[in-house]
């Protein structure tokens, strides 16, 4: 069936450093995607959003890049920090009568100091 | 304000035995979703209700049934518990259609 999937299971990165977290998916119509930041013993908490009219948008440290050419999205950290390690989901956001969410496996993010 | 509430927030079952998971919502939010994470995976939809209907059903087996109440708080059931339920059970709420937030969840463990 059709799904969203991490590139790797595992990141590390040196605090400072920028870090880009990668997600693929495979039905073209997909047009809303979520990332989503787990930490231990929580529930997922929403980043930062994308629809399929733009190629990039911005927060707070953090920038989405879409590529609907090659069905592929980015979840870049600039600057990352100890309080940024944690499990980063990509999510496909879903209205079929019901509004559900498609996750990818995640990505461990681990920041060493 | 308080955000999603979900209790218990952990549990020990033994296999064959029934559970009741109860989620409040974020005051305001008439949708109440529940998604099934097993550890080192992404969580998976199972239900979404909206107004004490049924929205939509992800791929779980009929052991698995909710409600929504008048106040909008939810229940997650599941009858004949499998060692493969074990899981963390996630309860999000939303205003129709708009960002879902989620709770911390209730760790079940099946033995």
């Known amino acids: 069936g059709e799904s969203v999937g991490l590139h790797l299971p595992t990141l590390s990165v040196q605090e400072g450093d920028n870090s880009i977290i990668n997600c693929a998916y495979s039905n073209s119509a997909s047009d809303y995607f979520i990332w989503y930041k787990q930490e231990s013993g929580k529930g997922p908490q929403f980043i930062i959003d994308?629809?399929?009219?733009?190629d990039k948008r911005q927060g707070q440290r953090v920038t989405v890049l879409l590529n609907k050419t090659v069905k592929h999205l980015s979840l870049q950290i600039a600057a990352t920090q100890p309080g940024d390690s944690a499990v980063y989901f990509c999510?496909?956001?879903?209205?079929?009568?019901?509004?559900?969410?498609?996750f990818g496996q995640g990505t461990r993010l681990t920041i060493n100091p | 304000d308080a955000g999603v509430t979900q209790s218990p927030t952990h549990l020990i079952k033994t296999r064959g035995q029934h559970v009741t998971l109860r989620c409040s919502p974020i005051?305001?939010?008439?949708?109440v979703s529940w998604y099934q994470q097993v550890l080192g995976q992404g969580p998976q939809f199972i239900f979404q209700y909206y107004e004490k209907e049924e929205r939509g059903r992800g791929n779980f087996p009929d052991r698995f049934s909710a409600r929504q109440f008048p106040n909008y708080s939810s229940e997650l059931n599941v009858n004949a518990l499998l060692l493969g339920d074990s899981a963390l059970y996630l309860c999000a709420s939303s205003r129709h259609g708009e960002e879902l937030f989620f709770g911390s969840g209730t760790q079940l463990s099946v033995l």
């Open positions: 994308i629809r399929s009219n733009m």
């Open positions: 999510a496909e956001n879903r209205v079929q009568g019901a509004q559900k969410l498609v």
């Open positions: 005051s305001g939010h008439k949708s």
